[in-house]
Nanobody, 124 residues
Framework: QLQASGGGLVQAGGSLRLSCAAS????????MGWFRQAPGKEREFVAA????????DSADSVKGRFTISRDNGKNTVYLQMNSLKPEDTAVYYC???????????????????WGQGTQVTVSS
């Protein structure tokens, strides 16, 4: 089970940190990712991290502003979002996928489990 939290309303230029707490499985066996879906749009990849946390990837639209990290001791993955823009407004979902140690998963269909989503709204 994945439980996302940390969303909210923030002004443009502000910051938020999303958290996704995992339970029920060995967290360190899973690559993790964040995706988002804005109203009327397709779900899109935001950022991903491998099992150990040593490798990450992110979408061009968030590079330099968003940082994904994980704490395997706390079974939690984070998304630090800085310099937020109105176009970052979306429901953000975390996902977990079984993978070998070095793999970073950027394709949504390759994830096995999804959280319920947390709303992020950025006002201009």
């Amino acid at each position: 089970q994945l439980q996302a939290s940390g969303g909210g309303l923030v002004q443009a230029g502000g910051s938020l940190r999303l958290s996704c707490a995992a339970s029920g499985r060995t967290f360190s066996n899973y690559a993790m990712g964040w995706f988002r879906q804005a109203p009327g749009k397709e779900r899109e990849f935001v950022a991903a991290i491998n099992r150990s946390g040593g490798r990450t990837d992110s979408a061009d639209s968030v590079k330099g502003r968003f940082t994904i990290s994980r704490d395997n001791g706390k079974n939690t993955v984070y998304l630090q979002m800085n310099s937020l823009k109105p176009e970052d407004t979306a429901v953000y979902y975390c996902a977990a996928g079984r993978a070998i140690l070095s793999t970073v998963i950027v394709v949504g269909s390759e994830y096995d489990y999804w959280g319920q989503g947390t709303q992020v709204t950025v006002s201009s």
